[in-house]
């Protein structure tokens, strides 16, 4: 009924940017938060920002100032916006989206989706 696809890894020099894109498709009647998280071999998976629907963003502490989330939420779509990369920044980032799906009886329904990540390779 949703699917949740992040695009736009790759492998980039330190120093680097790269933009990530994730797009919410489907049955969709609303999208609340949406985050980025990352997960490195051998580490847990981490939040690394999230936005509301209303615009409003937070950082994890080791990405303020490199990195902007941002959302178009006409377009069911958000954004990472990576700058300065650091080889820390190597894992799989993966989206998440809290939606409401319409399920075509009584009220949408809210579910929380994961898309099945990128890879991000920061060489030094």
């Known amino acids: 009924q949703v699917q949740v696809v992040e695009s736009g890894g790759g492998l980039v020099q330190a120093g680097g940017s790269l933009r990530l894109s994730c797009a919410v498709s489907?049955?969709?009647?609303?999208?609340?938060?949406m985050g980025w998280y990352r997960q490195a071999p051998g580490k847990q998976r981490e939040l690394v920002a999230s936005?509301?629907?209303?615009?409003?963003?937070h950082y994890v502490d080791s990405v303020k100032d490199r990195f902007i989330i941002s959302r178009d939420n006409a377009k069911n779509t958000m954004y990472l916006q990576m700058n300065s990369l650091k080889s820390d920044d190597t894992a799989v980032y993966y989206c998440?989206?809290?939606?409401?799906?319409?399920?075509?009886?009584?009220?949408?329904?809210?579910?929380?989706?994961w898309g099945q990540g990128t890879q991000v390779t920061v060489s030094s």
């Open positions: 936005i509301t629907s209303a615009g409003i963003a």
């Open positions: 998440n989206a809290d939606v409401a799906v319409r399920t075509g009886v009584g009220m949408p329904m809210w579910r929380h989706y």
């Open positions: 489907g049955s969709i009647s609303n999208i609340d938060d």
